[in-house]
């Protein structure tokens, strides 16, 4: 599975807003995201605990891993 620190989020961006909507990206998350900064601005624009926020992430990034996954045996 895909962790935050392997999140290319230029391509992940679209699915990103649509699970979360409100969340604004940093600039700088952009390349490569750093995990805790990430969790921490999504718990910050959804208005929930940073565990909560963390395992929406690790969820999201599950979903993440299956895509790319697939996109391999293709």
Do not use: H, W
């Not at 690790?58 to 697939?70: G, K, M, P, T, V």
């Amino acid at each position: 599975m895909l962790n935050c620190t392997e999140v290319d989020l230029a391509q992940s961006l679209p699915r990103l807003r649509q699970r979360f909507p409100g969340f604004v990206v940093d600039p700088k998350f952009t390349a490569k995201a750093r995990g805790e900064d990430l969790v921490r601005a999504l718990a910050t624009s959804q208005g929930i605990s940073m565990t909560e926020a963390r395992e929406e992430m690790r969820d999201f990034l599950y979903l993440e891993s299956l895509r790319a996954e697939l996109s391999l045996t293709r």
